[in-house]
């Protein structure tokens, strides 16, 4: 099958140009980083991907263009694509060729395809900001050609690995539209992304911080009941200090998930 144009963007995000298969290929990386984070379970990291491609239709859709479908065999590609990232971050494979001959290892063919990859973002939402704040990685992003994206994140060492595949070609009918996962309040999740962390913590003591002065709370009914760990009636340092027990407690590998329970 005829291969168009491959596009390739990096986020631990150089512009590079090379040939590839008789069409144009495009690479874009920005400055390493590592942002501390804690281990993340095989469910936390299949919803962190979920995430991902849920954030890029929205961004799409902002911009009128239709959503990217999730295809299982890019998926797959991607998270393959992911663990290649920690060994070597480049488009280039460590078995030294183009990040593109993934696409046609899972069974897949293609007319237009991209890559983008991003290493040490802690969140989706980090990862897609960095990217749309990116030219390479947004012009992949929102290139109206694309049909089909797959999203693979893996976590070494303490950094995440992230890699979007785009794709082009005939229709698939096992492509599905990324639903977002309805979040809920969990105690110490105040700012509803999955996790207990010091980002939590730093929203409890602003609320006490503002409360204590006289000030209005800056937090919402829901958030005020799960911001109250030891359930006492008074959001305070104590709460904060909750979750960052928490939080080290879960940074060091502890598989307890809820705070309550752990206390």
């Known amino acids: 099958m005829k291969k168009m144009l491959s596009i390739v963007a990096a986020a631990v995000i150089a512009a590079v140009g090379v040939p590839y298969i008789g069409a ?8 390493t980083f590592t942002e501390q984070t804690m281990s993340l379970s095989d469910s936390e990291l299949s919803d962190y991907a979920n995430q991902v491609a849920v954030l890029v239709n929205k961004e799409r859709s902002a911009r009128g263009l239709s959503p990217l479908r999730v295809l299982p065999k890019l998926q797959t590609a991607a998270q393959i694509r992911a663990g290649e990232i920690t060994q070597e971050f480049d488009h280039v494979r460590p078995n030294g060729t ?11 063919d293609y007319y237009y395809v991209g890559e983008n990859i ?4 802690s969140s989706p939402e980090r990862v897609m900001n960095a990217w749309m704040n990116s030219e390479g990685h947004r012009n992949n992003i929102l290139d109206p050609e694309f049909m089909y994206i797959g999203v693979g994140i893996t976590q070494k060492g303490g950094t995440i690995y992230w890699t979007q595949e785009f794709l082009k070609y005939i229709e698939y009918s096992e492509a599905y539209i990324p639903k977002e996962k309805e979040k809920v309040y969990a105690y110490g999740d105040l700012d509803l992304d999955g996790r207990v962390d010091s980002r939590d913590a730093t929203c409890i003591l602003i609320e006490y911080a503002a409360v204590s002065s006289g000030g209005s709370s800056k937090l919402n009914a829901e958030q005020k009941k799960y911001a109250d760990i030891d359930s006492n009636g008074m959001i305070d340092s104590k709460d904060a200090s909750y979750v960052l027990g928490f939080y080290s407690y879960l940074s060091a590998g502890g598989r307890e998930t809820d705070i309550r329970k752990w206390m």
């Open 98 to 108: 183009s990040c593109f001959t993934i696409v046609e290892e899972v069974g897949l």
């Open 24 to 31: 144009n290929a495009a690479g874009v990386s920005a400055p």
């Open 118 to 121: 991003a290493a040490g973002q």
